[in-house]
């Protein structure tokens, strides 16, 4: 089953806060097939990041691709509040 590359509306917003963070941001929503929205580097890291909106549910091509891939988790990051705590957590962050 195939579906349209749509981009959230918040993703936008969560590129700003990720590049705020002192982040490198690739915007990787057009390689669809399930793939993570934004691939996110810092400091020594990489984040593959799935944007969505309050509410909004992964499809069955991104569900299959975060059951299968075998690196580190996807994150799903909802706003910039999100983006900011994933790097509270995240090694390496320095506030």
């Known amino acids: 089953m195939g579906y349209a590359k749509q981009v959230d509306a918040n993703q936008v917003e969560i590129v700003r806060t990720f590049r705020k963070l002192g982040c490198s941001v690739f ?3 057009a390689v669809g097939k399930g793939f993570p929205d934004l691939v996110v580097g810092r400091a020594g890291i990489t984040y593959l ?3 969505k909106v309050k509410g909004g549910k992964l499809n069955d091509l991104q569900t299959s691709f975060h059951q299968a891939w075998k690196g580190a988790p996807i994150h799903v990051v909802h706003g910039a509040e999100e983006a ?3 790097f509270k957590t995240a090694r390496g962050y320095e506030s």
């Open 49 to 51: 990041v799935e944007c």
């Open 84 to 86: 900011i705590e994933l």
């Open 27 to 29: 915007v990787a929503s």
